[in-house]
């Protein structure tokens, strides 16, 4: 790590008390999880703390717009901060003196993070808009290579002109090879701004595209579970195609055709200049395009198809539902279903490519009726001698500079659709709250075992459904060993999920050593706690790495142990001892739920928390795996804080403490009320009863 990444912790901290944001500072300065700080540190930093910003070289023109102090990271040398007075701009030196400083001697490779605004309780509505408009510089090159590339496209038709009235007309053949050298030119002009032009344009929606998924995949990570799961998978999908929706439309050829649309007066213009009121029947061609066009778009809509939704949830009902409908022997009636909408999704689709290719036809006749009629109508002026032949020639070369962009702007109308409808979503998307919407600074204490406490949590997953918690409300001394046990669906994982913070109660609240939870830094407090959830979670890579997950700096040593405590040593054992071993990987494809459970609790041990959660550690083990999570379990008490559900006798019964949830409501908290099943063995199924009684 550069001498220079060491030192961007305290500039960090500088930067936000210039800022004004003295709480922020003091608890990045309190956070000792992060202290080799890079830019890409401090990209996450400002971004966490809702600050917007954009990263630039020295030399940038919005440097001058710069209303906070900002910070400049040169390349291999101390950042420093930087504030801009008038026309001058001043570096930081020391506590509050600031010196003048000429941005213009650094070099390109310097970063400047420009605070652009700060965090505020204002949403801004027009998120979309604002994005974009940080992108502002492709819009002069590619208005000036558009009209360099009218003008030039208006050469050839000169060229012609020129031939027809001069060489032929003029009988001067001694002027061709110059008219001839001069379209040479013209073209290798055109073409050559046409593909800077394209090149921009791609490069610009490319960037612009990876700015929306970044956006988009950020919000997403830090978006309320509960919000999350309520709108689905498939719409978190939506979101993310809304960036692909917006590269399209750029860089496609509907992006250049709507560019072009303004210049289309460049040829106007020169129609009007070389015939006079000649140049009436483009326009008025034109605007029997549009309405003819705006009718057929409705009737190619009327058949856009309808059925594709289902046909994809046939597909997905397919995939997830297999085993069942083999295991139901009715893969016949299914297969008849299908079949049925794969007919309709055809005919359907037939209909709607029908539709698409009559416009196609009637935008190209229309195109070509531009035409024709300008030659029939200018005839008369030729005729007339009021324009050379010449000249109508080029007019109706010229015809094509016209209706070749319009046609293309209207095709990609749907794409435009498209487009209004994913940047509405875009900024819906990001007016709705986040995780780090509040100010949550705390951060946990490491050193000893926290106490746990419910105040009154009711929590439902929908406004219209039962609680899954009502009123819960329980003291958890610190290193306390807990077991939450009830019947199936009483909410004890609900519980475990609201003391990782991962569910928000409506109502009463949860606290960490006193403190609400919703004090503390999401993300920090998430790192500190472990929690291993029921049903295994494996990410493709190797063992080491799906344990990693939890806590990325951990040593292979810390991983075996880890995978030891939680009973996992046959598993390690039959995988020859290897970290390296692809869970998802041909030979392991299956890994069993006991198995992803040792990887589950793995991931919880390694962190070596004073508060852990743990949902269901203990599904039908072998007797010895299960020993030797219970004697892990018991040793962490007075260590650790633990609470975790279970079925198991065996594991509840070492617990310090039993909460028993009916229908999400506390029915007791406090000792196992009678140790004497354990005296006098019973069969498990008593034992749970006498609990549960
Ligand atoms: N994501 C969710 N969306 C809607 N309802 C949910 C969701 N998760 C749980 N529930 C409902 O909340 C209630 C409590 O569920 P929870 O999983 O907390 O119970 P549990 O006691 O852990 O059950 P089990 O012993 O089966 O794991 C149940 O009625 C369940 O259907």
């Not at 930081?92 to 505020?120: C, H, M, R, Y």
């Not at 075992?449 to 003291?475: C, D, I, K, M, W």
């Not at 739920?593 to 991931?603: F, K, M, P, Q």
Request: proline content about 5%.
């Amino acid at each position: 790590m550069s001498q220079a990444s060491l030192e961007l912790k305290p500039l960090i901290i500088t930067l936000f008390k210039q800022l004004g944001l003295y709480t922020q500072a003091s608890n990045i300065a309190s956070d000792n999880s992060h202290n080799d700080f890079n830019t890409l540190e401090v990209s996450r930093l400002l971004k966490k703390h809702q600050i917007s910003f954009s990263v630039i070289h020295p030399s940038a023109k919005n440097l001058h717009l710069a209303i906070h102090p900002f910070l400049v990271i040169p390349e291999n040398e101390a950042g420093f901060i930087v504030r801009r007075q008038g026309n001058v701009f001043e570096k930081l030196q020391g506590e509050n003196t600031w010196q003048p400083i000429d941005l213009t001697q650094l070099n390109d490779k310097a970063n400047v993070f420009l605070v652009e605004s700060l965090p505020s309780s204002k949403k801004n509505v027009q998120a979309f808009a604002a994005q974009m408009s940080k992108r502002t510089k492709w819009y002069r090159p590619v208005f000036w290579l558009s009209l360099l590339s009218s003008i030039t496209g208006l050469a050839v038709p000169l060229f012609t002109m020129a031939v027809y009235d001069r060489v032929i007309g003029g009988q001067t053949p001694s002027i061709l090879p110059s008219i001839a050298l001069g379209s040479v030119l013209a073209i290798g002009v055109l073409v050559s701004t046409r593909l800077v032009r394209a090149q921009i344009l791609a490069t610009t929606s490319n960037r612009f595209a990876r700015d929306l998924s970044e956006i988009t995949f950020y919000r997403l990570l830090h978006m309320p579970l509960m919000v999350l799961s309520r709108v689905g998978i498939s719409n978190h999908i939506a979101r993310m195609r809304n960036a692909e929706k917006v590269r399209m439309l750029l860089s496609g050829p509907g992006g250049g055709g709507l560019v072009d649309l303004p210049f289309t007066l460049i040829a106007l213009l020169a129609i009007m200049f070389l015939s006079g009121w000649l140049v009436l029947v483009p326009i008025g061609m034109l605007l029997l395009y549009y309405l003819v066009m705006k009718l057929l778009t409705r009737y190619v809509q009327a058949a856009s198809p309808t059925i594709s939704g289902e046909y994809q949830n046939a597909m997905s009902e397919l995939s997830k539902n297999l085993l069942q409908l083999k295991a139901a022997g009715d893969t016949e009636g299914w297969q008849t279903k299908f079949i049925r909408q794969a007919r309709e999704n055809s005919r359907q689709n037939f209909l709607y490519a029908k539709r698409n290719g009559l416009n196609a036809a009637v935008a190209h006749s229309l195109s070509l009726f531009t035409a024709l009629i300008t030659v029939f109508t200018g005839i008369f002026l030729v005729l007339d001698q009021s324009i050379s032949p010449g000249a109508l020639i080029a007019c109706v070369m010229m015809i094509w500079r016209i209706t070749g962009p319009a046609q293309l702007a209207f095709s990609s109308k749907q794409k435009f659709t498209m487009m209004d409808i994913a940047v509405k979503q875009f900024d819906r998307f990001m007016q709705a709250n986040t995780e780090q919407s509040e100010l949550r600074l705390d951060t946990p204490d490491n050193s000893k075992p926290p106490a746990v406490a419910f105040q009154h949590v009711t929590l439902r997953y929908s406004a219209e459904g039962e609680p899954a918690l009502a009123g819960v409300n329980v003291e958890i001394e610190p290193g306390e060993l807990v077991a939450i046990i009830g019947p199936n669906a009483c909410g004890k994982s609900t519980l475990l999920l609201s003391a990782l913070g991962v569910l928000d109660a409506q109502a009463g609240f949860v606290t960490i050593n006193g403190k609400n939870l919703k004090q503390y830094d999401t993300a920090i407090f998430r790192q500190w706690a472990g929690y291993s959830p029921s049903q295994p979670d494996i990410f493709p890579g190797t063992l080491a790495e799906n344990i990693r997950i939890a806590k990325p700096n951990a040593t292979d040593q810390e991983i075996i142990q880890a995978l030891i405590d939680a009973g996992g040593q046959s598993f390690f054992n039959s995988i020859n001892n290897d970290l390296s071993v692809d869970l998802l990987g041909e030979n392991n494809a299956m890994l069993s739920a006991i198995e992803g459970s040792y990887i589950n609790l793995a991931r919880a041990l390694v962190k070596q928390s004073p508060l852990l959660l743990l949902d269901e550690p203990l599904p039908h083990r072998n007797p010895t795996s299960k020993a030797t999570l219970i004697n892990t379990l018991t040793n962490l008490k007075g260590h650790s804080t633990v609470l975790f559900t279970s079925h198991d006798q065996d594991l509840i019964q070492q617990a310090d403490k039993v909460i028993i949830l009916d229908k999400g409501a506390v029915v007791y908290a406090g000792p196992i009320p009678d140790k004497t099943p354990q005296e006098q063995p019973t069969s498990s199924a008593e034992q749970e009863s006498s609990i549960n009684g």
